[in-house]
Every structure is written in structure tokens, then in C-alpha cells.
């Protein structure tokens, strides 16, 4: 009863005048069979297919037939029955939490879920979406024949045991998917008699549609649209290819091909959504034009600033409390005030990580803020493990009045999360909600993943100049032009990705979805879009250093025009924007001129000064600084500042006895209020150091060198005339007196013994222990010296020759330098040596854009 119609390619036919030789062929068919027009069904193979069809039928006149796609009939045929409590709901999230209950019992996956957490996350996720491949399969059987099928599925896999843990899961998935008795909304397709079944096959054949025309007692005509690449020599399309550099030019290449086209009349165009991280550069760049635009493939729910706001939210809730996620939610959710700038900047200004200490503070800046959030939230707190269910309704109490719906994608989170809506009494979903019982990580991982899962589309912008669609679904549509970008060999041609419990083999031996046919149903939609007027290929030639080559679709479409001895179809694309005459525009180095100075300096502003004065100008006249990251790594110079404390509180608190413990005392005082992660390579650092330290101590103590004072906060004004108010200011690490009477200034280091002789091989350049000099008056009697405490042969002291004399001329050459300062003189980007590698100002003197 199944016959069969090619309707391949016609030189110089455009859709509409296709689809009217659709409708004609399927009149004249009906016809012929003298089945009733009205009763026949038409199945197409997308939604987006119904529109073109009915104009085509509606200008011919007469009875047309139902027109449908696969899916709508049968919803059209009847409802869908739920889920119960065991079977699969179709809902990614929710079906792992179900497989977990489903193989928790058995061996093999409590030591997977033991052992390695992350694999057995990854092995559910696994098992799901191969059991949603076998119901999706099985819906597509006739029902009289699902059972076989089954059968036969089972004893593919359990005839060839190779695959050890795959295979067992394959199993338990195909078993799940068998398991389930529910009445697939399918079946209604087979028992459904339309007076003519037809269907429409484009990108490939259509497995529901040809089990329903092979086994169906009426009339049936499959009409095959599609085309063989390989011998498709003459496209109707004008095919056009632009080559870019780099992903930037490739982007607006692209959006210029969108626009010329939308300029020649060729409206809609459809933009193809091959690449999307491109596309969703192209549509910026679109809507900066004010372009309206339709995207049919929208982006994952995950990516909204609904979700955002979600996540951030139960990051503050169950992230433990930590600072940094607090004020990542209250960034997002309240409105931009001075006062939550001004509790960012406490927190980074005095390092508070934990919400707790600000919840003990008094006059914190955006208290009432804080506060209403903190018993917002306090729903989530508490730990624990609860039911999803439990967890739920605590996440709505949380959000209370929060704008969530007012974000874009609001709506799509709270369905999808089941906080707008109730699971059905009974179903499946409303059993693993109640069933299922979290920790407060694992419920923050499920709300991750069921946005992950989630797809945002926004609403139809009407008759948009522009759609963004996938390639398959541009098939058959009446665009002016397709706009391609990523027709290259890494984005264009590859097809999908297979299952990844069955090889290929199983999957072709089983009618799953595999590799080989995803690809030849993209080289069928590739070939479907040469049906348009015009098709616009933009790739990329180089991936890194690496060369890209162009699509193997592509590829085939230039070989079948030189076997047909014709030329080759792709045109060069020419951007036909005018040329524009661009001057350069050289930057010069970076120089300004202050007229000020700060009302005191320190030895780091007068590093910086000597270094480079535009660094000096940024960090000490401007005052800009990088902000710390609260929850950052701890950095070397954290252990240099707790390692000066844990020697300050040593030494001003030493008593006769071990020094060896009260060392390890000291630390440990110090240490209290620390994280325990945090510290651990601290202590093991102080470890090390411990014993090289008490024997330096003791040679020093021996040579009568002794601890006199520490930490000592020292100013002095030691210029004159118009800089005699300026102070300078400084810390200085110890002081300790020697045999001979005389003060020795030490200074901790952690750096390297060798940076440090090489530091003060030339005294000059030494502006630090200089600096420290003035502030305790440049004395003759004065010696300085850096302590190196990280070095593996002990604890060395490198002396500063004559600290005093180089003092008295670095005072002389900064009360020159200041002097001009105040008079006009530029202070320039100097941009040498290792003063620019780690300058937070270098995007202020732009460096690296100098001519």
C-alpha cells in the first residue's frame, strides 16, 4: 500500500512554488486513489513547515488535507499519559534522581558511588539518557510489535557481554524503558484511519512515520524531498563563501551579510545557528542596529539572569557563608547604592570572609540590607538533608517578594524548578520530590543541573527581518537568504555526538541514534538549504596556528560540480561596505603632569616613585588600587605578614628557656582564627624554618647581638624649605643593638638569599632600607641588613653597606625630585624591567598600545 515520489530539485524554483508542487502531487495522488482530500493526513516534518503547506493548498483551492507533524497529531489524538512512581517522566533531572533510587541497591554501583562521587554522577546522567533513547525508540514501534523489539534489544546486549559497567547500565536502562506500561501518545498514530496517510520526508526519514505508512491499511505515499550532495551540480541557491582571520571578523562578516541581504530585499534571512557562540556574537552586533529578530533556538536556561540570581542566591544560602557569595547576590538582586560599594569595601579593605562577622558588627554600612537578607535566607540554613520537596518549598519561602519572574527566562526557572507549579498527586514527578533527600550541596547540584537541562526561547518577535535557527529547521522555508557561519571542518559536517553506553554498532544494530546518520541527516539539511536563493558560507581559516579547512560538505558540493564538468558553484562574498581611510594614530608614552604631592610618603610610594613615576602618580597621588579577592588563594606575602607577627609576639614575650617552643607557641597564638586549609602550608613552611631560625638566634645571641624592639610605626620630616611638612612614614620590621653598641635594623625576608645581594650590590637602587634609615634619623651608628628566612642552607643576613650614607643621598634626590614635581615636571611611564610586569596601572599608561 506504501508508494514512493522523489520531488528533487528544479533549476530556478523558489519554495513557494515548491510546496504548490507539493500540494498538486498530493492532489493528484488522492486523487487517483479516490481517497477524500478532507480525511487524508499530511505529515510534515516541523512545525515550522505548516504555514508554507497551507498557502500552498489554500491557492490551489479545494479540500485540503490535515496538516500535521508527527507529535502534534498524536496530541491532537489524545493526552499523554503521566508518569507513575517508577517510570520514566522524561524529565532529565528528575529521572536521575529516580536511577539513583533504581540502582542503589545493587553492588557494583554503591562502590562507584563510594569511591568516586563525580564518575557515579556521570554514569547516572549516562543511564538516563540511554533509557530515554529507548523509550523514545519503542514509542516509534507499531505496538504490535514493541514487545519483539524489546526482546530483541535485550538479547543484543546480553549476547555480546563486553563493556563491563556500560553494558550493565545499558541493560538497567533498557529495562527501565521496558518496564514502563503506560499507552506511548503514539500509539493513537496507529490506530488512527485517515482515508490517506502522507508523509513528507526532509533530512532523512522520519522512523514513526515510516512504521505508521508501512503498517497501515489505507493508502500511503511517501514523497522524499531529499537530495544527494554528491550529485547535486547545479544548486538553485547562489552559494557565496567569505574567509575570516579570526572569530571577530568572522562575526561581523557576518552580521554584514545579514544586513546587505536584508538591503537587497531578500527578507526574512535566516541566520543558522551552526556555531552559536559566533551567533551569539552576530546577534549583538545586530542588535546594536536595532534589528528585530527571532531566535527559534534560544540558549540554555542556565545562562538567564533569572538564573543567575537563582544560583547566586543559594551560593550565599548553602556556600557555608562565606563573604564572596553573599555580595555576588546582593549585587545581583538589589539595587546599586553607595552604601553596598561601601560593605564591598570593608569586607575586602579588613579581609572578612565569613558572614558571621558581620553579622557581629555594629554600623555596617547597608545594615538593613544585610540583615533583611540574612533572615531571608535563613529558611535554607540550618543543614541537614531533606526531601526535594522540603527543599522546595523552603526555596519559595526564601524567594518571597524576589523579582525572579521579572527577569528574563523568570518564568521558564520557577517551571522548570517546580516552584510555579504543582507535580501531579501520584505522578512520578511528585513521588521522586517527596522520595528523594538531599544535603545542601546536593540540592544546590540538582537546581545546576536542571538549568543546565532547561532551554530558554524567547517569545516570538512576529514577523522578525531576521530568524536564528538551527540548519535542519531551515529546510523547506521560504527565507530570502541563509547566512552560514562556521562552515568549516570543526563546526559543519561532523554531526552529533552518539550515545555514550552503546557503541555505534549497537546503536544502528538497536535503531538508536548514532554518529553516521547524524551526520548524513546534516549533509541532507545542508543540501536542503541550496534551495534557497541565496546561501551565505562564512568560516574561519585558522584555528590557533593551527589551519582549518573548510567543510567536508562543502567539499562534496565542489566535487559533484567538477564530475558534472562545471565550475565550481561557491562564489567569492564581497562585503560591500565603502572602504574607509584610516589614520593611525600613534600613542606616545604615557606622561603626566601632577603640581601636587601626597601629604605623606612611604617607602613603598618612594619604590614606586623611583621606579616609575606614572606609577607613582596612579597608586599614591590618585589613589587607585586593586581590589583583594575575599575569597582568594593565600599569597606568599599572607605568610610573610603572619610570619612577622609570630617573631614580633616571640621576641617581646621571650622568657629563659626553650626557644624552640616558645616559637611554636607564638605561631600557634598566632594561628588561632585561621582556616585550617588555609594554614596547613604555612605551618609546614614554619616547620622548616623553625630550627634554622633558633640557630641563627643562638650564633647571633653568641656575638652579642640582641632583640631591642619590633614593628616600630616611624615618621620623621626630613626635607626642608617648601617640603619641610612633608612626613615620611614607615614600619619597620626590628631593631636590635650589637656587641659594639650600635643599632642594627632588620628587615624579614621571604624572597631568595641571591635577589637580595643582588638588591644591595648597588646601595643606590636600595631605596627601602634608605627610607628606614631617614626614619630613624640616618645615625652613624646605624647598620641595616634583610634577614632571608627561606633559604635551605638557614637563615641569612645580607647587609646593607652604609645605610647611612645612602640615606643623606636619597634624601638630596628626592628633595630634588619632589621640588620639580611641585613646579610642573612630568611624571613619565617609564615601562622597563620588572616595574611593568605586575603594575595594576599599566592599563592606564597602555603600555603595550605605545608606538
Given at each position: 500500500m506504501l508508494q514512493s515520489l522523489k520531488l528533487g530539485l528544479v533549476p530556478g524554483e523558489d519554495i513557494d512554488t515548491f510546496w504548490r508542487r507539493v500540494a498538486g502531487a498530493c492532489a493528484d495522488w488522492l486523487a487517483a486513489q479516490g481517497a477524500s482530500p478532507r480525511d487524508a493526513v499530511l505529515l510534515l516534518p516541523f512545525a515550522q513547515h505548516l504555514a508554507p503547506a497551507r498557502r500552498a493548498f489554500l491557492a490551489r483551492g479545494g479540500w485540503q488535507p490535515v496538516l500535521a507533524t508527527t507529535r502534534s497529531l498524536a496530541s491532537a489524538l489524545g493526552p499523554s499519559p503521566l508518569a507513575q512512581p517508577g517510570q520514566i517522566s522524561g524529565d532529565a533531572p528528575v529521572d536521575a534522581l529516580a536511577a539513583d533510587a533504581l540502582i542503589a541497591q545493587q553492588s557494583w554501583a554503591q562502590g562507584l558511588k563510594r569511591e568516586d562521587p563525580r564518575a557515579y554522577r556521570l554514569a547516572l546522567a549516562r543511564l538516563v539518557e540511554t533509557a530515554h533513547a529507548f523509550t523514545r525508540a519503542a514509542g516509534q514501534q507499531d505496538p504490535a510489535a514493541r514487545g519483539a523489539w524489546f526482546e530483541a534489544a535485550r538479547q543484543h546486549l546480553t549476547d555480546d557481554p563486553v563493556g563491563g559497567t556500560e553494558r550493565a547500565l545499558a541493560l538497567v536502562a533498557l529495562a527501565w524503558a521496558a518496564s514502563d506500561d503506560r499507552t506511548p501518545a503514539?500509539?493513537?498514530?496507529?490506530?488512527?484511519?485517515?482515508?490517506?496517510?502522507?508523509?513528507?520526508?526532509?533530512?532523512?526519514?522520519?522512523?514513526?512515520?515510516?512504521?505508521?505508512?508501512?503498517?497501515?491499511?489505507?493508502?500511503a505515499l511517501w514523497l522524499d524531498t531529499d537530495l544527494d550532495l554528491d550529485q547535486l551540480a547545479e544548486p538553485v541557491a547562489r552559494v557565496e563563501e567569505a574567509l575570516c582571520a579570526d572569530f571577530e571578523t568572522l562575526a561581523q562578516a557576518s552580521a554584514v551579510a545579514v544586513l546587505q541581504h536584508l538591503a537587497a530585499g531578500r527578507a526574512p534571512v535566516a541566520l543558522i545557528a551552526q556555531d552559536r557562540v559566533v551567533v551569539r556574537r552576530v546577534r549583538a552586533l545586530l542588535s546594536r542596529q536595532g534589528l528585530p529578530m527571532h531566535d527559534e533556538t534560544g540558549w540554555t536556561l542556565a545562562t538567564t539572569p533569572a538564573a543567575s540570581t537563582l544560583m547566586a542566591l543559594l551560593r550565599a544560602a548553602l556556600g557555608g557563608g562565606a563573604v564572596d557569595d553573599w555580595l555576588a547576590w546582593l549585587k545581583l538582586s538589589a539595587e546599586p547604592s553607595a552604601a553596598l560599594d561601601a560593605l564591598e569595601a570593608l569586607c575586602r579593605r579588613r579581609r572578612i570572609r565569613r558572614a558571621e562577622v558581620l553579622d557581629a558588627m555594629d554600623k555596617l554600612p547597608a545594615q538593613a540590607l544585610w540583615q533583611a537578607r540574612r533572615q531571608a535566607l535563613a529558611p535554607l540554613a540550618g543543614g541537614g538533608r531533606r526531601s526535594l520537596l522540603?527543599?522546595?518549598?523552603?526555596?519559595?519561602?526564601?524567594?518571597?517578594?524576589?523579582?525572579?519572574?521579572?527577569?528574563?527566562?523568570?518564568?521558564?526557572?520557577?517551571?522548570?524548578?517546580?516552584?510555579?507549579?504543582?507535580?501531579?498527586?501520584?505522578?512520578?514527578?511528585?513521588?521522586?520530590?517527596?522520595?528523594?533527600?538531599?544535603?545542601?550541596?546536593?540540592?544546590?547540584a540538582w537546581v545546576g543541573e536542571v538549568l543546565e537541562a532547561g532551554q530558554y526561547v524567547p517569545e516570538d518577535a512576529g514577523q522578525a527581518p531576521v530568524v536564528i535557527t538551527p540548519l535542519v529547521r531551515a529546510m523547506l522555508r521560504p527565507f530570502g537568504a541563509l547566512v552560514l557561519p562556521g562552515a568549516d571542518a570543526d563546526t559543519l559536517g561532523r554531526g552529533g555526538r552518539g550515545l555514550s553506553l552503546l557503541s555505534e554498532a549497537d546503536a544502528a544494530a538497536l535503531g538508536l541514534p548514532t554518529q553516521a546518520r547524524q551526520r548524513e541527516a546534516e549533509a541532507q539539511a545542508f543540501a536542503q538549504a541550496l534551495r534557497a536563493p541565496v546561501l551565505t558560507l562564512l568560516r574561519c581559516t585558522r584555528a590557533g596556528a593551527e589551519p582549518l579547512p573548510a567543510s567536508p560538505l562543502i567539499e562534496r558540493l565542489a566535487v559533484a560540480a567538477r564530475r558534472a564538468g562545471r565550475e565550481s558553484p561557491l562564489r567569492h562574498w564581497v562585503d560591500e561596505r565603502p572602504p574607509q581611510a584610516i589614520t593611525p594614530q600613534p600613542l606616545p608614552r604615557a606622561s603626566v603632569a601632577a603640581a601636587r604631592l601626597p601629604a605623606a610618603l612611604s617607602a613603598s610610594a618612594v619604590e614606586s616613585l623611583r621606579r616609575c613615576p606614572y606609577q607613582f602618580f596612579s597608586r599614591h597621588l590618585l589613589g587607585l588600587q586593586a581590589a583583594d579577592e575575599l575569597e582568594a588563594e593565600p599569597e606568599k606575602r599572607d605568610y610573610g605578614t603572619?610570619?612577622?607577627?609570630?617573631?614580633?609576639?616571640?621576641?617581646?614575650?621571650?622568657q629563659p628557656g626553650d626557644a624552640t617552643a616558645q616559637l611554636r607557641a607564638a605561631a600557634a597564638a598566632e594561628s588561632l582564627g585561621l582556616d585550617e586549609a588555609d594554614f596547613l602550608p604555612w605551618q609546614a613552611s614554619f616547620e622548616r624554618l623553625l630550627p634554622r631560625y633558633v640557630d641563627w638566634l643562638a650564633a647571633a645571641e653568641a656575638q652579642g647581638q640582641a632583640f631591642s624592639e619590633g614593628e616600630l610605626d616611624r615618621q620623621c620630616r626630613p626635607f626642608d624649605g617648601a617640603l619641610a611638612d612633608l612626613v615620611l612614614r614607615g614600619r619597620i620590621d626590628r631593631v636590635d643593638t650589637t656587641a659594639e653598641g650600635k643599632r642594627l635594623l632588620l628587615d624579614y625576608k621571604t624572597g631568595s638569599v641571591k635577589g637580595l645581594k643582588d638588591r644591595v650590590t648597588e646601595p643606590l637602587e636600595d631605596t627601602q632600607m634608605a627610607v628606614y634609615a631617614l626614619l630613624m634619623d640616618a645615625a652613624p651608628d646605624l647598620a641595616a641588613a634583610y634577614l632571608a628566612l627561606d633559604d635551605p642552607g638557614g637563615v641569612v643576613a645580607v647587609e646593607h653597606p652604609d645605610v647611612a650614607a645612602t640615606a643623606g643621598q636619597l634624601r638630596d634626590g628626592l628633595q630634588s625630585d619632589l621640588l620639580l614635581m611641585l613646579q610642573g615636571a612630568p611624571l613619565p611611564a617609564l615601562g622597563e624591567g620588572s616595574a611593568c610586569e605586575f603594575c595594576e596601572a599599566r592599563g592606564l599608561c597602555r603600555k603595550d598600545d605605545w608606538s
Open positions: 503514539t500509539d493513537a498514530l496507529f490506530r488512527h484511519r485517515p482515508s490517506a496517510w502522507i508523509a513528507l520526508q526532509a533530512g532523512g526519514p522520519d522512523p514513526l512515520a515510516r512504521a505508521l505508512l508501512a503498517g497501515g491499511d489505507v493508502p522540603q527543599w522546595l518549598f523552603d526555596l519559595k519561602r526564601a524567594l518571597g517578594s524576589e523579582p525572579l519572574a521579572g527577569l528574563e527566562g523568570g518564568a521558564g526557572v520557577l517551571e522548570a524548578l517546580w516552584l510555579s507549579r504543582n507535580p501531579w498527586p501520584g505522578s512520578a514527578h511528585e513521588a521522586v520530590l517527596s522520595d528523594a533527600r538531599l544535603d545542601g550541596a546536593g540540592f544546590l603572619w610570619l612577622h607577627a609570630v617573631l614580633h609576639r616571640f621576641h617581646t614575650g621571650r
